[in-house]
């Protein structure tokens, strides 16, 4: 498993060009079936537009479509694959809607409007970066649930559930590099009584 940039969540930024309106809109996604249908889902919102270009990048085989929607050959949709690509993010689609001015832009005016259109797009959204982690448990007295929270929060563990019945348990994600460090550190904040058990494998989410 190897960590790879996304974006954090669904979201959309917009700008005025020459009284055209572009809105850039992002969505993470994993399928080429998810990407099409948020891309089939912003054309249905905007259906009165003039053009609503597309990109998107799936981590799965390296695949990466996208479409000028009408706009001139090379100014839209490679525009908006290119800041994808740029920024080097995967699982992502972008849909760049444009609500046409009456003036026209030209080649390069149009470049740079659906470039900023996916900028802004993926600023909104938040670029993370998903890092191999391992889902791990412990079982604790609740007495031990603040001092060892505190542990695996300190060491950039993520807290995914916690339950409080006769017993705490608290389920975290960890990245894979940390799993020894933060089953070492539980084991001594609880005086050896703490061993961590291993529930699977995946990703947690970094900020950059």
């Known amino acids: 498993m190897k960590s790879y940039k996304t974006v954090d969540r ?3 930024g917009e700008f005025t060009e020459k009284r055209s309106r572009f809105i850039g809109y992002v969505c993470p996604v994993t399928t080429a079936d998810e990407a099409n249908a948020f891309i089939a889902k912003i054309k249905q919102k905007h259906w009165d537009a003039r053009h609503n270009v597309y990109a998107y990048i799936l981590r ?68 993370v970066e998903m890092q191999p982690s391992s889902e791990l448990e412990i079982e604790c007295e609740y007495t031990l649930y603040g001092k060892l929270s505190a542990v695996i929060q300190n060491l950039s563990g993520e807290i995914t559930d916690t339950q409080f019945t006769d017993k705490t348990k608290i389920r975290f994600l960890i990245a894979s590099e940390n799993e020894e460090t933060v089953r070492k550190a539980l084991f001594e904040a609880s005086n050896g009584k703490i061993t961590a058990e291993k529930l699977g494998e995946g990703y947690k989410k970094k900020n950059l």
């Open 60 to 127: 799965n085989d390296n695949i990466k479509r996208y479409s000028d929607d009408g706009e001139p050959q090379g100014t839209a949709g490679m525009p908006v694959l290119e800041v994808l690509e740029k920024n080097g993010v995967c699982d992502v689609c972008v849909v760049v809607t444009r609500y046409f001015g009456g003036i026209l832009l030209g080649t390069g005016g149009l470049v740079r409007a659906y470039t900023q259109g996916a900028k802004l797009g993926l600023e909104a959204g938040g670029i």
């Open 10 to 12: 669904e979201a959309s």
